[in-house]
C-alpha cells in the first residue's frame, strides 16, 4: 500500500480508536495515519466532538482527553470541504461520510456500519469493514 492512499473511517471507528485504542478499529485508524491519508470534512468533526461530550463517556475518558484526540485528528487528517452533497445511503446521518469519500476523491471507506457496508462500493470507492483493511498489504 502506498502512502497516498485516501481513507474514509466512519465517526463510530474513530470514537472506537479512541476508547480503545488497541481495538480492531484502533489498528485501522493508526493504520491509516501511518500509512495512508485520512479524510474528515468539518461536519465529522462536529459530530465527533457532540458525541464526545456526552455524559456517557465520563467514566471511560476525561474531557481532556477528548479535546486532545479531536485536536490531534484535526492535525492528521485532510479536511475535505463538501461541494457535492450525497443522499445515496438509508440512514441519512452516514451520507456526510459519503460526501467526504466523493469530494475527496477517497480510495477506500473503512467502517462497520452495515448501512455503509451494504452499498459494496459507492462512486467506484470499495466500503470495506475494518478486517479487511487490517488485512490489505
Not at 474513530?14 to 470534512?41: C, F, M
Not at 473503512?110 to 488485512?135: C, E, M, Q, W
Request: glycine share 6%; charged share 20%; aromatic share 4%.
Amino acid at each position: 500500500m502506498t502512502g497516498s492512499q485516501r481513507i474514509v473511517a466512519d465517526s463510530n471507528v474513530l470514537i472506537s480508536r479512541l476508547l480503545l485504542p488497541h481495538s480492531i478499529p484502533g489498528q485501522a485508524v493508526r493504520k491509516a495515519v501511518d500509512t495512508g491519508q485520512l479524510l474528515v470534512s468539518d461536519a465529522m468533526l462536529e459530530e465527533l466532538a457532540s458525541v464526545l461530550s456526552r455524559p456517557k463517556f465520563d467514566p471511560y475518558i476525561t474531557i481532556g482527553d477528548r479535546q486532545e484526540f479531536l485536536r490531534l485528528l484535526g492535525r492528521v487528517a485532510e479536511r475535505i470541504p463538501i461541494i457535492y452533497t450525497v443522499h445515496a445511503c438509508r440512514d441519512s446521518k452516514d451520507n456526510m461520510i459519503l460526501e467526504v469519500a466523493v469530494n475527496g476523491s477517497a480510495d477506500l471507506i473503512v467502517t462497520g456500519d452495515g448501512d455503509l457496508l451494504t452499498l459494496g462500493t459507492f462512486h467506484a470507492i470499495p466500503v470495506i469493514t475494518l478486517a479487511s483493511y487490517i488485512r490489505m498489504q
